[in-house]
Structures are given as C-alpha cells and as structure tokens.
Nanobody, 122 residues
Framework: EVQLVESGGGLVRAGGSLRLSCAAS????????VVWFRQAPGKEREGVSC????????YYEDSVKGRFTMSRDNAKNTAYLQMNSLKPEDTADYYC???????????????WGQGTQVTVSS
C-alpha cells in the first residue's frame, strides 16, 4: 500500500520552530522528488519547498527562504521540513507529495499525504 504520512505539526508561537516529517512506504522513495505544499484557510494551495531525488538540489518559495530547510533521508524513506522563525502567516495545513518527474511547477503529483496542521500564534 502506497502511503505518505506527515507528522510534526502543531501549535507554536511566532518565532518558534517545528520539524515536519513525511514518511513514505509502498514505493521506491528515492525515485521521487519530494515537495511540501501548504494551504491556509480560504487560500489556494501553494508550493513551499522541493528537494531532488539525490538530495543535492532544493527549492524554496520566496516567503520561506532563509527560514525553512528541506532535507531527506532515503535510507529511512523520509523527508523533512525544518521550519524556523515561524510567522503567523505560515499557519496552514502542510502536505507532502512526491513527483517522479522531479521538482517542477506542476500541481500534479504522483502521491499525496493527508496533511498536518501548523498553527503559529502571534
């Protein structure tokens, strides 16, 4: 069974940190780039970060550059999003997804997780 399971979300104060995890199973994880998306209430889903299959290239949306760091551990079939200096505008449901075509601008992804909620209070 193919699964992507996010964890690590929660409630944090502005300026704090969270580390999200995306655990994969049921497919060959290192054949896929991993992407983090987020969706705030009333807003469209937006891409946050992407990491390549080989863990050599990462991309970040402008609003999170310098604050978020993405990584992956292919031996553990897990990707991570370290979120530092969190702001209230980071509040959203965060989703991980994988794409065999690599990091790109498409919202089509091969598999999606169910999401984890991040709430940043002021």
């Amino acid at each position: 069974e193919v699964q992507l399971v996010e964890s690590g979300g929660g409630l944090v104060r502005a300026g704090g940190s969270l580390r999200l995890s995306c655990a994969a199973s049921g497919f060959t994880f290192d054949d896929y780039a991993v992407v983090w998306f987020r969706q705030a209430p009333g807003k469209e889903r937006e891409g946050v970060s992407c990491i390549s299959k080989s863990d050599t290239i990462t991309y970040y949306e402008d609003s999170v550059k310098g604050r978020f760091t993405m990584s992956r551990d292919n031996a553990k079939n897990t990707a991570y999003l370290q979120m530092n200096s969190l702001k209230p505008e980071d509040t959203a449901d965060y989703y991980c997804a994988v794409d065999k075509d690599g990091c790109n601008d498409s919202y089509y992804k091969d598999y999606w997780g169910q999401g984890t909620q991040v709430t940043v209070s002021s």
